[in-house]
């Protein structure tokens, strides 16, 4: 299936096209068609299965058909969402999907200085993506009225359990106009969530996915376990053993990402990273280089990486692992996009071991861990490591 026989809008599809999507995943050839015409959705999907552009793209052209230039701008879709990254990640797709069309939405998130986004709000917004408190204190001081809303999505309802966040979820809702179209996603349907659904939802249709799998089916996915000291030989091995012709490196920080640079470069391994220090001119040329294959690594921090599309990567390294288990999932979904076929390795020492066992309760599945190595993790990392079978490949789907 294709966009086109969505029967979306010639700007959204041109939009699209501008992202390089050409099929729509699994989860947006179901919700798509669902929320054009108007009806509820249940949604059970995780981040890296396409999910934000399954309601995005719907929403907009909504939005957009039934627009009254003569009226002033009113919010008219919520989205709720628990954490400020996924928050920015949803602003930034609906601003892709909508770049040409007049629409426009604003982000707002707590533990930052609230005048900006109030400045935003007053200048008019149609969709508002928001993390639950900072949009019950904005409520609260009249900065937002959501007496016009249309569309409410919830986003990640499980993680907003997680986090302590149902209560404000429930007053949200209390806040918004029963009449309207809900779109409800959760990773997960454990039973409070589940009566959650039911008390918000009218009519729903169910979408599921299996997780992220549908996304990465073809990413082959391994751990490494290795001591801090030795990642960047490791990371040179792996490297030159999987004949890597161009690899997406991330690491925590942006000084992590400089100094490997350096040492990747003093090994003939062309490098440049790409960080919140350096301009958008140099991030862009660096992007640039490497997308045509003059640079061999281009090392990211998450931040950074969040923006860049390139299509068909064939190789990320996690060389420090992410303590977000969801990021984990939005690294490696940058390899094997659209069909194509990818690896992402991760490097873990001692203190990421935490992370890893996150990232696969969040996926479903256990990592292949690769033992016989080079630069084997010495103490308590290596004695787990032995009782680990050797996998060579990967990703199977877990239902
Ligand atoms: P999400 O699950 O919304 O976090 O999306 C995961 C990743 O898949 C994002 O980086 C999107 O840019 C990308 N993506 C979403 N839809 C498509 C599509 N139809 N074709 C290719 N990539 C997509």
Redesign the pocket.
């Known amino acids: 299936m294709t966009f086109k026989e969505l029967d979306l809008l010639e700007p959204i599809l041109n939009a699209l096209n501008t992202?390089?999507?050409?099929?729509?995943?699994p989860i947006?050839e179901q919700a798509i068609p669902i929320v054009l015409q108007g009806k509820d959705i249940m949604g059970c999907a995780q981040?890296?299965?396409?999910?934000?552009?399954a309601f995005a793209i719907p929403i907009l052209q909504r939005l957009q058909s039934t627009k009254n230039p003569e009226q002033k701008r009113v919010i008219r879709a919520l989205i709720v969402t628990p954490t400020r990254e996924l928050a920015i990640?949803i602003d930034e797709?609906f601003k892709d999907y909508g770049q040409n069309l007049k629409l426009q939405s604003a982000v707002i998130f707590g533990g930052v200085n609230q005048t900006s986004q109030v400045n935003r709000l007053k200048a008019g917004v149609d969709i508002l993506i928001a993390t639950p408190g900072r949009l019950l204190d904005l409520v609260q001081q009249r900065h937002i009225n959501l007496r016009n809303l249309e569309i409410f999505v919830l986003d990640e309802a499980d993680r907003m359990l997680d986090m302590g966040f149902i209560h404000d979820v429930k007053k949200i809702i209390k806040l918004i106009p029963e009449k309207r179209q809900t779109l409800f996603f959760s990773a997960t349907m454990p039973k409070e969530i589940t009566s959650l659904a039911n008390s918000i939802l009218t009519n729903p249709s169910h979408v599921e996915v299996t997780p992220v799998s549908s996304?990465a089916e073809t990413i082959q996915q391994e751990i490494y376990f290795v001591d801090t000291e030795n990642k960047k030989d490791l990371l040179i091995e792996v490297l030159n053993i999987n004949k890597v012709e161009t690899a997406l490196v991330f690491t925590r920080t942006k000084h992590g990402a400089d100094k490997l640079v350096k040492i990747l470069n003093r090994n003939q391994i062309k490098s440049e990273a790409i960080h919140g220090n350096k301009s958008q001119n140099a991030r862009q040329n660096a992007l640039k280089k490497f997308k045509e294959k003059s640079l061999q690594v281009l090392v990211a921090t998450d931040i950074a990486a969040r923006g860049i599309?390139i299509d068909q990567l064939e190789f990320v390294v996690n060389y420090d692992i992410p303590n977000i288990p969801e990021t984990y999932v939005?690294r490696i979904?940058?390899t094997g996009?659209?069909g194509a076929s990818g690896k992402a390795v991760s490097f873990c020492n001692t203190e990421e071991r935490a992370y890893v066992k996150d990232i696969q309760k969040l996926i479903g599945l256990n990592i292949p861990v690769v033992s016989d190595h080079a630069f084997p993790a010495t103490g308590k990392i290596a004695e787990k490591k032995v009782q680990q079978p050797r996998v060579k490949r990967v990703w199977q789907k877990s239902r």
């Open positions: 992202q390089g999507y050409t099929n729509p995943t947006q981040t890296g299965t396409g999910k934000t552009a990640q797709s996304t599309d939005h979904g940058r996009r659209a």
